[in-house]
T-cell receptor
Framework: AAGVIQSPRHLIKEKRETATLKCYPI?????VYWYQQGPGQDPQFLIS???????DKGSIPDRFSAQQFSDYHSELNMSSLELGDSALYFC???????????FGAGSRLTVL | EDQVTQSPEALRLQEGESSSLNCSYT??????LFWYRQDPGKGPEFLFT???AGEEKEKERLKATLTKKESFLHITAPKPEDSATYLC???????????????FGKGTKLSVKP
């Protein structure tokens, strides 16, 4: 069965650079969530989208932005990267009306 | 204030030694409580959803139960391949019946030795 696809799997950036992470949800899933998980930490909710509109916002820094496109894939854009942004970034998707989230394998961002 | 608290933080078991993991939560309206398994460097893998007090669900060696304030994940006769971090998450019922995002606990890291 198709899963949530995230790219890239690994990304290394310098401080103050910009990074973009991509997420392709499971087919027919119209809701996408982004989570950040620091080393040894629990996943922290960043932002979610439903039908290409932002549906909820968590602890997402102002330096980060995200959007969901017409094909339901989503991109997380991170600017002015800081060392503390180094983390695993997970995308999850769910069909509308269902509350079980299926997570992708994550994108590991390392900021040097 | 933490809304989801898991204990213990880490648990070491011998193969076949049964035990339980705890997840306590404080949300005003619970839409659902979720258990996920996470292996190192991988995304959380869905295990169970519980919706109301008294509900129980089982899958192989795992059994999840729910009360009004906490959930337990019972592991019966664990095997080394059960070693992972087990995450508990709650989803709040928001205004108008809409659902909130998942709020995760910090997880319990389970190690099962042969």
């Amino acid at each position: 069965a198709a899963g949530v696809i995230q790219s890239p799997r690994h990304l290394i950036k310098e401080k103050r650079e910009t990074a973009t992470l991509k997420c392709y949800p499971i087919p027919r899933h119209d809701t996408v969530y982004w989570y950040q998980q620091g080393p040894g930490q629990d996943p922290q909710f960043l932002i979610s989208f439903y039908e290409k509109m932002q549906s909820d916002k968590g602890s997402i820094p102002d330096r980060f932005s995200a959007q969901q496109f017409s094909d339901y894939h989503s991109e997380l854009n991170m600017s002015s990267l800081e060392l503390g942004d180094s983390a695993l970034y997970f995308c999850a998707s769910s069909p509308s009306g269902a509350n079980v989230l299926t997570f992708g394998a994550g994108s590991r961002l390392t900021v040097l | 204030e933490d809304q989801v608290t898991q204990s213990p933080e880490a648990l070491r078991l011998q193969e076949g030694e049964s035990s339980s993991l705890n997840c306590s939560y404080t949300v005003s309206g619970l839409r659902g409580l979720f258990w996920y398994r996470q292996d190192p460097g991988k995304g959380p893998e869905f295990l169970f959803t519980l919706y109301s007090a008294g509900e129980e669900k089982e899958k192989e060696r795992l059994k999840a139960t729910l009360t009004k304030k906490e959930s337990f994940l019972h592991i019966t006769a664990p095997k080394p391949e059960d070693s992972a971090t087990y995450l508990c998450a709650v989803q709040e019922e928001l205004y108008g019946g809409s659902q909130g995002n998942l709020i995760f606990g910090k997880g319990t890291k389970l190690s099962v030795k042969p």
